[in-house]
């Protein structure tokens, strides 16, 4: 069957408020000799697409200006050097931008095939939250069988897969969330301990649960305002990993003794800005290491919502009211 002209797309105009989130007609995209094009079944939302609709998060040079960092679908399209995915293949990416429309163009090396017996949504709402876990938790962190985390914003995309993934290695997960309600859901998934930051210390609350140790590693979306508290929260030779900065990314009078005295590391990264070559080794990661276990139930993305794409805007407003836990993703 011919491919159409045009498209369905979610246009962010000049970026603001979620409301500008608009449906809009427009020409497929063209794969490169490495890429894929994707008939787009779902696609997950994720925090990237909030600040790059707000105008805070640029696309690199060549992506596709259109929100959307990851997708499920259908192939229907082979750029000569994107072996070994043919026609009608069913992957999930983790594209350079795109995913919020009906087709999407992804390097060949960043698509990852279905876990057996997923569905699209399912499928869709893995590659962001796994590459990045994979990359920072597990990567830059350094997290092995035996030790401890403390994961932020344990309720959200991010947390979800860093407690199931730490807890399936064999590592003690530790997290904190915005209510007892959230903490109870990642106590479920097989957070060891839940700390309800807004009722509790939680550099205090790491001291006493590990009784006076610390953890291994933290993972912090948060950023400034968490500093001095992660570094308190780190045992000897603990590594701090920073993946975004949501309450600021400036420290002020930040003390940096017991980072020598503790022989800590602290170190971050972003996944957009990192090259194909450096992604498709992720992935290559990802299909040997963690696909096995999606494969075999042992663990899974959390779903909270699904919308179809024309509710793009309903989408990112519950994104950032920060009352779901897990995934929110689009229908196609």
């Known amino acids: 069957m011919p491919l159409p002209a045009e498209m369905l797309f979610i246009d962010h105009g000049k970026g603001g408020a979620p409301e500008v989130l608009t449906p809009t007609r427009g020409p497929l995209p063209t794969p490169r000799p490495d890429e894929v094009l994707i008939r787009v ?9 909030v600040a790059q609709r707000e105008g805070s998060y640029p696309p690199p040079a060549g992506a596709s200006p259109i929100l959307g960092l990851e997708c499920a679908g259908v192939v229907v399209e082979a750029g000569p050097d994107a072996a070994p995915w043919q026609v009608g293949d069913r992957v ?10 009906e087709y999407c163009a992804a390097p060949a090396t960043q698509c990852l095939p279905w876990p057996d017996g997923y569905d699209a949504v399912r499928a869709a709402a893995l590659p962001e939250t796994f590459f990045t876990v ?7 962190g350094r997290l092995k069988e035996g030790e401890s985390a403390l994961i932020h914003g344990g309720s959200s995309g991010i947390g979800t897969t860093a407690i199931m993934l730490g807890h399936a290695f064999g590592a003690r997960m530790i997290v904190t969330a915005g209510s007892d309600e959230k903490c109870a859901e990642c106590v479920k998934l097989g957070a060891a301990h839940a700390i309800n930051y807004r009722t509790q210390d939680f550099a205090e609350e790491v001291k006493r649960f590990t009784e006076g140790r610390g953890v291994d590693v933290v993972l912090d979306m948060v ?3 968490y500093f001095a508290r992660n570094v308190k929260s780190l045992a000897m030779d603990g590594r701090l990993v920073f993946i975004a900065f949501l309450g600021g990314h400036v420290a002020e009078s930040a003390d940096l003794r017991p980072i020598m005295l503790k022989r800590l590391t602290v170190t ?3 996944m957009r800005p990192r090259t194909t070559a450096q992604k498709a080794q992720l992935a290559a990661q990802l299909q040997a290491k963690v696909w096995p276990l999606l494969d075999a139930g042992t663990c899974a993305p959390v779903i909270h919502a699904v919308m179809p794409l024309d509710q793009a805007a309903a989408a990112h407003a519950l994104m950032e009211s920060s009352t779901h836990v897990g995934k929110i993703m689009l229908t196609v």
């Open 92 to 101: 999930c990416a983790l594209t350079n931008g795109g995913a919020y429309a």
């Open 268 to 270: 971050g990264s972003t």
């Open 134 to 140: 994979w990359a920072n938790l597990f990567g830059h």
């Open 223 to 225: 950023g400034a305002p």
């Open 41 to 49: 079944q779902a696609v997950g939302v994720n925090r990237p697409d």
